[in-house]
Structures are given as structure tokens and as C-alpha cells.
């Protein structure tokens, strides 16, 4: 009897899920110097500096929008709440409405 499932593991040794391996460099040249600009107060800069901040930060949110895929945790939960409590509150009045009869469903939904 031969056995063929094997179980490969192509990780690093030692790693744990969920846990990067941190770097030396903290995001790229312009992100590092953008976030110095910003902790200065906005008299202090110059009019070039003003510029490359404006850019980068310009950039940065045109970036946000493009990628939709990032959604905070707390959006993502109050979305599944409101389409959860959604779905259930129109198979309660589908339910409801099927049994008690149409004249039921015109006033629930007239009167709110």
C-alpha cells in the first residue's frame, strides 16, 4: 500500500503566520521625506517643499481610491451588520406579508 499525499512546506523555518519579518528601510525615499515635511509646521517650509508634500499626498489618496480592496475592519463589520439586519428584516415582512396578506405589508411599509 502506497502512500501518495505528502505534505510540503515551502515557508521559512521559524516563521509564524501573520508575523513580517521587519526591514531596515521604513517605505520608500519620497514617503520617508514626506512624513518628515509633515511634522514641521506649514510656515516653516519652503515653496518647494510645499510642492513635493502636496504631491506626494496628492498621489497617496489617488492611489487609495484606485485600490478598493482596502476597506478597514470596522467598514467591513457595519457592512455585514446593515446587509444581515437588511435580509432579515425583509424575509420577516415577506413572511409575514405571505400570511397575513397584502393589506399587512402596505401599511408596515406606508406607516415607516
Given at each position: 500500500?502506497?502512500?501518495?499525499?505528502?505534505?510540503?512546506?515551502?515557508?521559512?523555518?521559524?516563521?509564524?503566520?501573520?508575523?513580517?519579518?521587519?526591514?531596515?528601510?521604513?517605505?520608500?525615499?519620497?514617503?520617508?521625506?514626506?512624513?518628515?515635511?509633515?511634522?514641521?509646521p506649514l510656515k516653516?517650509?519652503?515653496?518647494?517643499?510645499?510642492?513635493?508634500?502636496?504631491?506626494?499626498?496628492?498621489?497617496?489618496?489617488?492611489?487609495?481610491?484606485?485600490?478598493?480592496?482596502?476597506?478597514?475592519?470596522?467598514?467591513?463589520?457595519?457592512?455585514?451588520?446593515?446587509?444581515?439586519?437588511?435580509?432579515?428584516?425583509?424575509?420577516?415582512?415577506?413572511?409575514?406579508?405571505?400570511?397575513?396578506?397584502?393589506?399587512?405589508?402596505?401599511?408596515?411599509?406606508?406607516?415607516?
Amino acid at each position: 500500500m502506497t502512500n501518495d499525499f505528502v505534505v510540503k512546506h515551502y515557508g521559512v523555518r521559524g516563521m509564524r503566520w501573520g508575523v513580517r519579518k521587519k526591514s531596515g528601510s521604513r517605505g520608500s525615499k519620497d514617503y520617508r521625506r514626506s512624513r518628515k515635511l509633515l511634522k514641521k509646521p506649514l510656515k516653516d517650509l519652503s515653496d518647494d517643499d510645499l510642492k513635493k508634500l502636496n504631491s506626494r499626498m496628492q498621489l497617496e489618496r489617488k492611489a487609495r481610491n484606485l485600490d478598493n480592496r482596502v476597506i478597514s475592519k470596522g467598514k467591513r463589520f457595519v457592512a455585514q451588520v446593515l446587509v444581515g439586519a437588511a435580509s432579515a428584516v425583509a424575509t420577516t415582512l415577506l413572511i409575514k406579508g405571505a400570511t397575513k396578506g397584502p393589506s399587512y405589508l402596505a401599511k408596515k411599509v406606508l406607516n415607516n
